[in-house]
């Protein structure tokens, strides 16, 4: 069972990225799927999550309005669509599953987590 992040990078600010992670092992389609992100010197905190409907839910207000959650089951990837980025959005951002499919904005009841991928967002 493994997750797998990748498309994180630099980016200037108003500028969009997109994230994806990739499971193995499982199948995301009855997963809840959230991402999370911690800055330096801060605590992980819980972005927005995919319910297994494919809602999205989001515990980060500064999210709304600009980031997306989609998911391609055929590639049992899901993607975090980011646009106008912010300085303050720089962090490792994390993607994390719940088998049991229930969105939690805490870290706890996460099964599995992918290895992070760093997005800087500077001028």
């Known amino acids: 069972v493994q997750l797998v992040e990748s498309g994180g990078g630099w980016v200037q600010p108003r500028e969009s990225l997109t994230l994806s992670c990739t499971a193995s092992g499982f199948t995301l389609d009855y997963a809840a799927i959230a991402w999370f992100r911690q800055a330096s010197g801060k605590g992980l905190e819980g972005v927005l999550c995919?319910?297994?409907?494919?809602?999205?839910?989001y515990y980060e207000d500064s999210a709304k309005g600009r980031f997306t959650i989609s998911a391609e089951n055929a590639k049992n990837t899901v993607y975090l669509r980011m646009s106008s980025l912010k300085p303050e959005d720089t962090a490792v951002y994390y993607c994390?599953?719940?088998?049991?499919?229930?969105?939690?904005?805490?870290?706890?009841?996460?099964?599995?987590w992918g290895q992070g991928t760093q997005v800087t967002v500077s001028s």
């Open positions: 994390g599953v719940q088998a049991d499919g229930v969105c939690t904005g805490g870290t706890r009841r996460y099964t599995y």
């Open positions: 995919y319910t297994p409907s494919r809602l999205t839910i």
